[in-house]
């Protein structure tokens, strides 16, 4: 683990490991490659320097399911593509090897399936943009005025870019 001039610890090389990122999928319109979107979610985290050890969770639900948290949470009646429940900001007290539970990222494959249509997308392309897009609400980003969505798009964009350039060079030597 290596410090920062800030001196907060941050992953590198093994203390990855240190970084869970629990995977339910219960939903059954679209294979998702678990394992994928699991490292996506890690490996932005760990770009925006979240301190090791921590938790994520990554969720695949149907439409009615993600109606009913898209209801409950934020009194909207219909299915959205992603939610995020950010849980520990990070200034929870905890002890020097308990987890920070960095919060939850609901994806509904079927509404992304539809969205990646729509936009002339791979569904590939669209389920990378919303684990970060949900990775990056777990931490505090929004786009609630133009400034901040301003903001949180082009990290999005970053994370993406370097999402894909590391995928581009780990199938070229063979790796995942």
Known sequence: MTADGDGVPRPSGSDI????????????????????????????????????????????????????????????????????FGADDGSAPRGPDEPRLVGDVVICPSIAA?????????????????????????LGYDHIDDRDAQKMEGRERELLALAEATAVTASRWGSS
């Open 17 to 84: 490991d240190a970084a869970v990122v629990v995977v339910l999928d219960g939903q059954r319109d679209l294979t998702v490659d678990e394992e994928r979107w699991a490292g996506l979610l890690r490996r932005v985290l760990s770009e925006e320097q979240v301190p090791v050890p921590w938790e994520a969770g990554l969720s695949f639900v149907e439409a009615g399911e993600m109606a009913a948290l898209n209801a409950t949470h934020r009194g909207i009646d219909r299915p959205t593509d992603v939610l995020a």
């Open 114 to 138: 539809a969205n990646a249509e729509t936009r002339g997308a791979s569904i590939d392309d669209e389920l990378a943009l919303l684990v970060v897009h949900g990775a990056l609400h777990l």
